[in-house]
């Protein structure tokens, strides 16, 4: 038996972080929507009770530290199942960008496994097993719109944005989550207006979704990268409804209306940076 998983990214539309908590974690409050950038992940049974992860990605780990693997291994823990799984990653997301592309591998994990090993559980047990894993992973494994909450774990569905282009740039440079983290200073950090985001998605207004894009983040990623900043303004000059650093960064993403300003901002940005993608919002829950 053989099956398929799509393991989209994510990108923040807004990203709020409220304080440091007594576990080293921040409270955050995030709108996520997922986009049509995504990993290709195939499962097939094995009778051993073995788990493999293959890839041709050069940038993850073909081992127990991968996140796919802590997947299964979790699973395979947590309901006692004896049989193993191979598990190939055909890697389409740049790897520590901002996007959860390894989170989305998990999570997409979780869904696969529960289901070529019979074990039938529910999403939201799968979402919180997932939080195990790391703070994205529970939003992953519902995928579309949602706001999170906690440290990312608490996941409230959202109405999907009204279908437009994503145009992503990725500077050559690998950003740590936890570094960026641990830079932050809560208190003086910019604060999103997350309810104005939910509103805004609420009644399907893309103008005022634009108005309302923020990162708490991005503060610290652009002062570390300034590079962020002028791919920003690039996406800007070239005519973005909104631009934004996803995450910790450091991929920036422009939210673009129309086919042909999402086109010019691509090809403006197609010589300044080796990792540039035009996709759609994907946005409902049912499309993983
Ligand atoms: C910033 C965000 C925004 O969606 O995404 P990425 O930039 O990684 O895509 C997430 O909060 C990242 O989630 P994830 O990448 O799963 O983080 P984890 O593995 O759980 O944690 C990595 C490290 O980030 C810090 N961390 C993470 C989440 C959180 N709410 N507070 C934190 O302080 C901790 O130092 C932790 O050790
Ligand atoms: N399947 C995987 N895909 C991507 N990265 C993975 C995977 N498994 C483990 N990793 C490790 O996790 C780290 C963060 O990866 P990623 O999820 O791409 O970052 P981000 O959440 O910032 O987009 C990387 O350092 C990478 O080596």
Redesign the pocket.
Known sequence: MEILEKAP?KINLSLDVLHKRKDGFHEVEMVMTTVDLA?RIELSRLRSGAIRVE?E?R???NDE?????RAAKLMKDHYKINKGVRIF?E?N??????????????AAVLRGVNKIWGINASLHELAELGAKI?S?VSFCVYGGTALAKGRGEQIFELPSPPPCWVVLAKPTL??S?QTIYQKLDAKTAFHPNTNGMMEALKQGDFDAICAHVGNALEGVTTKLHPEVNQIKEQMRQAGADAVLMS??GPTVFALVGQDARAQRIYNSLKGFCTEVYMVRMLGNREII
């Open positions: 990214a990993d890839s990605s940038f993850v780990p530290r991968n996140l796919a693997y990653i890697k997301i740049p790897v520590a960008a901002g996007l959860a592309g390894g989170s989305s591998d998990a790391g994205d690998g950003v989550t995450g910790s």
